[in-house]
Antibody
C-alpha cells in the first residue's frame, strides 16, 4: 500500500524558516517524481513545487508564489522528500500535502497524497 | 481565488445522481486531456477518483464518471451512497510553467 507521511509543520514567525519532510513507503521511491501541494484555510488547493526523479536529473519546478523562497529536494536512499521554506509570510499558512507523481497517465499527475501537515505563520 | 471554478456545494439523495462542474480556460482544461478529480473526506488524504478526464483508477466504483466539453469538465456520481459525502476537487495540467491548477472544491452532501 502506498503511504506518504508528512512531518515538520508547526507555528513559525514571519520571516523565519521551516523544513517539511515526506516519507514514502509501499513503492520504489526513486522511480517517481514528487511534489508538494498546499491548501490555505478555507481555500482550494495550490501546486507549490515539483522534483523529477534522479533518472531525469532530479530537476525542480516551483510556483511563482514560492520561487526563490522554497526548495524541494529528495533523498532516495531514505525514501524522503523535503521542502525547505524560507522567508515565510502569513500567506504561506496552509496545510501542506506531499504527493507522489505518477507517469502512467496521459500527462503525469499527483496520484497518491499524504494527509498533510499544517504550517501556521504568525507572530 | 482558485484557477478552476467549482460550485461550493452540491447535494443529492441516496440513489440519485449528482454532477459537479469545473470550469477552466483554453490554457488548462481546454488545452489538455489531463483532468483529474480527487475525493477528500475530513482530515483524510485526497484520493484520486478520475484521471485523464474519463478514466477510473483500480478500485474506484464505476458510479464515478468524468467528462469534458471545451473548457469545462464534469464529475458525475451516480447511485449516491452515504460514503460519497466528501469534498471533491478538480485538477488540470496547465503547462510547464504552472504544472497543475486546482478548483476550489465542492462539498457533496448526501441528504
Amino acid at each position: 500500500e502506498v503511504q506518504l507521511v508528512e512531518s515538520g509543520g508547526g507555528l513559525v514567525q514571519p520571516g523565519r524558516s521551516l523544513r517539511l519532510s515526506c516519507t514514502g513507503s509501499g513503492f520504489i521511491f526513486g522511480d517517481y517524481a514528487m511534489s508538494w501541494v498546499r491548501q490555505a484555510p478555507g481555500k482550494g488547493l495550490e501546486w507549490v513545487a515539483f522534483i523529477r526523479r534522479n533518472a531525469f536529473g532530479g530537476t525542480t519546478e516551483y510556483a511563482a508564489s514560492v520561487k526563490g523562497r522554497f526548495t524541494i529536494s529528495r533523498d532516495d536512499y531514505k525514501g524522503v522528500a523535503y521542502m525547505q521554506m524560507n522567508s515565510l509570510t502569513a500567506e504561506d499558512t496552509a496545510v501542506y500535502f506531499c504527493t507522489r507523481v505518477g507517469d502512467g497517465y496521459a500527462i503525469f499527475l499527483p496520484d497518491y497524497w499524504g494527509q498533510g501537515t499544517l504550517v501556521s505563520v504568525s507572530s | 481565488q482558485s484557477a478552476l471554478t467549482q460550485p461550493p456545494s452540491a447535494s443529492g439523495s441516496p440513489g440519485q445522481s449528482v454532477t459537479i462542474s469545473c470550469t477552466g480556460t483554453s490554457s488548462d482544461i481546454g488545452a489538455y486531456n489531463s483532468v483529474s478529480w480527487y475525493q477528500q473526506h475530513p482530515d483524510k488524504a485526497p484520493k484520486l477518483m478520475i484521471f485523464d478526464v474519463t478514466k477510473r483508477p483500480s478500485g474506484v466504483p464505476n458510479r464515478f464518471s468524468g467528462s469534458k466539453s471545451g473548457n469545462t469538465a464534469s464529475l458525475t456520481v451516480s447511485g449516491l451512497q452515504a460514503e460519497d459525502e466528501a469534498d471533491y476537487y478538480c485538477c488540470s495540467y496547465a503547462g510547464s510553467n504552472s504544472f497543475w491548477v486546482f478548483g476550489g472544491g465542492t462539498k457533496l452532501t448526501v441528504l
